[in-house]
């Protein structure tokens, strides 16, 4: 085949789903010359399973995301169909926005973005190789015989790695939605001597709003006052299409238990592993013999369309099976499908094969983002996007990478788990995973993230204008609550109006915010208290009323950080070191920990193998503490 040049740029993204998007427009933002390169124009920002942006911990992650300077929460902001605030009965450290999204009108305006940002390119085509020379990334060939050159390439490549469709018996080489699968990279990988894995996901059917008897569910409106995903989003129209809940049943469950021998998943024609925390309704009726149903949520695909995902139906059955299923739920009796449910499998790497910049041990210049890694969801996608994107640029000019500590994101807590423990399974962010989660809440991702945001680049002089007025009202609203009292018959009238037994005594604001007061409450009796906008307001309350909690995590937070500062030296021989147990001395040498404090998050490596590590250490560099 002949070949043609394509042209030099300094970055080249493959894949434009979620990962691809960010990826793409923070390299083009920070002025580097990139090229986006898509198996479909039609396939960008792709919504492939659920339609909706955020969930727990994962609206933590889009927060993230537009406090660095981000595209995800302007696009959910722009194109949802309702939003809700979930576990709002719970501590603020879980609180998490989710919205349902317009499935088209989200593609179209990342698509829009992309198409008129600066020094960003997008072509259709397929990669076929990532080329090299010394080991280091030169750029891409497609399978239409183009090449082009790059110093790095960020590879996002989703479901679509030598892609599965199964259906029952049915199985074909796809992507998702019927799209084209990437056939000829995965060799590539291999050749660069990447040993690939197989994880598989699933998604439900779509089916027509027209033979669904909505009357026999029950509607799940959002929010009626919205909280945006963007900090920068000020003004937002108030939509709250419903989603719809029915259950399935008794008949349900005995269809599926009849017709596992018919399950691909089963009957071991899937090869792949599957998410744990998104199981098929196979998987559940198996797992869960004694719960007698299970929630269905019908969602929208949009605004403008009959199609209905069937969230909590996910399945790889074969299509009359899934008919039969379906048809046993309230409300679905008749149900038409326009789409039937199906699971895809996919290559993937072992994610300890990249530092925490993402990067590629062993090949200079390439990066990983996405599903690639083994992850699954948009947001976990988008965020690992966003972080090669910053890094590959840096990369090109020299700089150290941007490597996002477990106290300071959840996209901290992501990658360092994934390259430090590595997942065996399609890996979901959830708040349990994070250790320090009352300083991870959504409502603070501004407070944690935009400066770094703003030294990295990607925040323009009007986000940061707008936060550093926000943290101007934090502080100085938060130094009068601290340093102002309330005479004790001012006290006793706030607690008299709201039915509580008065204390007799004077008491500062914030003492007073703290017993179960609020900042409203607190302006019936100090006139002088200002009217705050309610991030602003949620903000204040929340450091207040939990700041004995939260300096408690601030000192585990200081303790660890410790060990995070002791660096380990690239060169050091793991085998050399007397002491260390078999196990420590391989997962040490595999995955090459930077410091000590990701080290001791290695699984197989114990405290006692710390210890060890820590003399050594402090025997070939005198500044290194023995302390643990």
């Known amino acids: 085949m002949s070949m043609y040049f394509g042209g030099a740029f300094d970055v080249i993204i493959v894949g434009a789903g979620h990962a691809g998007v960010e990826a793409a427009l923070a390299c083009a933002r920070l002025k580097k010359k990139t090229l986006l390169l898509t198996i479909s124009m039609d396939s960008i920002a792709l919504m492939a399973c659920n339609p909706a942006i955020g969930g ?16 995800m929460a302007f696009a959910a902001d722009a194109t949802y169909l309702q939003s809700k605030m979930l576990n709002t009965k719970k501590g603020p450290a879980v609180h998490s926005l989710r919205a349902q999204a317009d499935k088209k009108k989200y593609q179209a305006y990342m698509k829009n973005v992309l198409e008129n940002t600066e020094n960003l390119v997008l072509a259709q085509d397929e990669v076929s190789e990532i080329t090299t020379s010394d080991s280091r990334v030169t750029g891409v060939t497609t399978v239409m015989g183009v090449t082009y050159s790059a110093s790095t390439v960020i590879l996002c490549t989703g479901v679509y790695l030598k892609g599965k469709i199964i259906i029952g018996d049915y199985e074909k080489e796809s992507g998702p939605s019927g799209l084209f ?6 060799k590539s990988l291999m050749s660069l001597g990447y040993e690939l894995r197989r994880f598989k996901t699933g998604t439900p059917a779509r089916v027509d709003a027209r033979s669904i ?37 008794e008949k349900t469950h005995e269809v599926i238990r009849e017709n596992l021998h018919r399950s691909p998943l089963y009957s071991g024609k899937i090869e792949g592993i599957g998410p744990r925390y998104c199981p098929s309704i196979e998987d559940k009726v198996v797992k869960f013999p004694d719960k007698e149903r299970h929630q269905m949520f019908l969602e929208p695909e949009g605004a403008d369309t009959n199609e209905i995902y069937v969230q909590g139906m996910s399945s790889s059955l074969p299509l009359e099976v899934q008919i039969a299923l379906y048809r046993t739920v309230a409300g679905m009796e008749n149900v038409h499908f326009v789409r039937p449910a199906y699971a895809i499998e996919y ?24 599903q690639i890694n083994g992850t699954s969801g948009y947001e976990e996608a988008a965020a690992q996007g966003l972080i090669a994107g910053v890094n590959a640029c840096r990369l090109i000019d020299g700089e150290s990478p941007i490597v996002l500590g477990r106290d300071q994101a959840y996209a901290g807590v992501l990658i360092d788990d994934l390259v430090t423990k590595g997942t065996n399974e399609p890996y979901r962010m959830m708040t349990s995973r994070a250790e320090y989660r009352l300083l991870l809440r959504q409502d603070n991702a501004d407070a944690r993230l ?91 309350e929340t450091n207040i009323k939990y700041a004995g909690y939260i300096k408690k995590q601030q000192a ?18 793991y085998a050399h070191i007397s002491g260390l147990r078999l196990e420590a001395r391989a997962k040490l040498t595999e995955i090459r920990p930077e410091n000590v404090g990701q080290a001791s998050r290695i699984s197989g490596v114990s405290p006692a193998d710390i210890s060890v590590l820590l003399v050594h250490l402090a025997s070939v560099q005198p500044n290194v503490s023995r302390e643990t």
């Open 56 to 71: 727990t911990a994962k609206g933590h992650i889009v927060r993230e995301i537009d406090a660095l300077g981000g595209q």
């Open 450 to 540: 935009t400066q770094i945001g703003r030294d990295i680049g990607l925040v323009n002089d009007a986000r940061y204008s707008h936060f550093m007025r926000k943290m101007e009202m934090i502080q100085s609203q938060t130094e009068y609550l601290q340093t102002t009292s309330l005479q004790a018959d001012a006290v006793d009238v706030l607690y008299q109006t709201h039915d509580r037994k008065p204390p007799h005594k004077g008491m500062r604001l914030a003492e007073l915010l703290k017993r179960e007061f609020y900042y409203d409450d607190l302006k019936e009796v100090d006139k002088n208290l200002k009217a705050l906008p309610d991030d602003v307001r949620a903000q204040i």
């Open 347 to 370: 290559d993937c790497i072992d994610p300890t094969r990249i530092f925490p910049s993402l990067q590629a041990k062993d090949v200079p210049g390439l990066f990983m983002a996405g």
């Open 556 to 573: 585990q937070v200081d303790v660890a950080a410790s060990l995070e500062k002791k660096k380990i030296p690239k060169e050091i021989n």
């Open 213 to 249: 008897d909505f009357s026999k569910t029950e509607p799940q409106f959002g929010d009626e006052k919205i909280t945006p995903f963007s900090f920068m989003t000020e003004d937002v129209e108030v939509r709250r299409h419903p989603c719809y809940l029915t259950y399935t049943c």
């Open 181 to 186: 699968p990437a056939t000829e990279l995965s």
